[in-house]
């Protein structure tokens, strides 16, 4: 079954310090893969997907992350983290049937 | 901002109590997405729709209905409420293609 794995529970950084969050899927083929934060009492934001071609995707907020198929990997990257960034961010595969599976989260907290 | 709204957003109700959670959206989108977050466990889909009167099971479906009458709401029923689906809802829609989901702001659900 397609599944998606972020190792890191919780991860903790200092202001301007760089950032990347694991992100590993389970899938047959070529996958959909997508970045999004969540604030406290927030919903989800999307920060960045991948579908096809480039395998570095930009997104919002400064964000990039990697499509890596030989790692089945596709972390998310910062070079220069702001408090702001604190949340929850979560990654998630598109498995060509309509749906979304998603991983469990990774809490990102920033000291100043 | 996809246009969806979330009604209520918070609610308080007990054991063996019907409860509806409405989800209304403004872009005529033809999937729309039940999700339940619990922390632990991300996102896990409940039901989704897509089209009128056209629904389907998710992951974690027993103990809600869903129906959709119009294109722009989209409600989930839980019949006889319990503890266990104390939880913050989430309902999202799909635009286009690319299963890139769109999320509304949660409704957080407690049973007593």
């Known amino acids: 079954a397609q599944s998606v794995t972020q190792p890191d529970i919780h991860i903790t950084v200092s202001e301007g310090a760089s950032l990347e969050l694991r992100c590993n899927y389970s899938?047959?083929?070529?996958?959909?893969l997508f970045w999004y934060v969540q604030s406290p009492g927030q919903g989800l934001q999307l920060l960045l997907k991948?579908?096809?071609?480039?395998?570095l995707v930009q997104g919002i907020k400064g964000f990039e992350a990697e499509f890596k198929r030989s790692q089945s990997s596709f972390n998310l990257r910062k070079p220069s983290v702001h408090w702001s960034d604190a949340a929850e961010y979560f990654c998630?595969?598109?498995?060509?049937?309509?749906?979304?599976?998603f991983g469990t989260g990774t809490r990102l907290q920033v000291f100043p | 901002d996809a246009g969806i709204t979330q009604s209520p957003r918070h609610k308080v109700t007990e054991t063996g109590t019907p409860v509806t959670l409405r989800c209304h959206q403004t872009?005529?989108?033809?999937?729309m997405y039940w999700y339940r977050q619990d922390p632990g466990h991300g996102l896990r889909l409940i039901h989704y729709?897509?089209?009128?009167?056209?629904?389907d099971k998710g992951e974690v479906s027993d103990g809600y209905s869903v129906s959709r009458s119009k294109t722009e709401d989209f409600l989930l029923t839980l019949e006889s409420a319990t503890s266990s689906q104390t939880s913050v809802y989430f309902c999202?829609?799909?635009?286009?293609?690319?299963?890139?989901?769109?999320f509304g702001p949660g409704t957080r659900l407690l049973v007593l």
């Open positions: 999202a829609i799909r635009t286009g293609s690319q299963e890139t989901q769109y």
């Open positions: 872009e005529n989108h033809r999937y």
């Open positions: 729709s897509y089209g009128v009167k056209d629904t």
């Open positions: 991948y579908f096809s071609g480039d395998t």
């Open positions: 998630a595969v598109g498995e060509g049937t309509d749906k979304l599976i």
């Open positions: 899938y047959g083929a070529t996958p959909y």
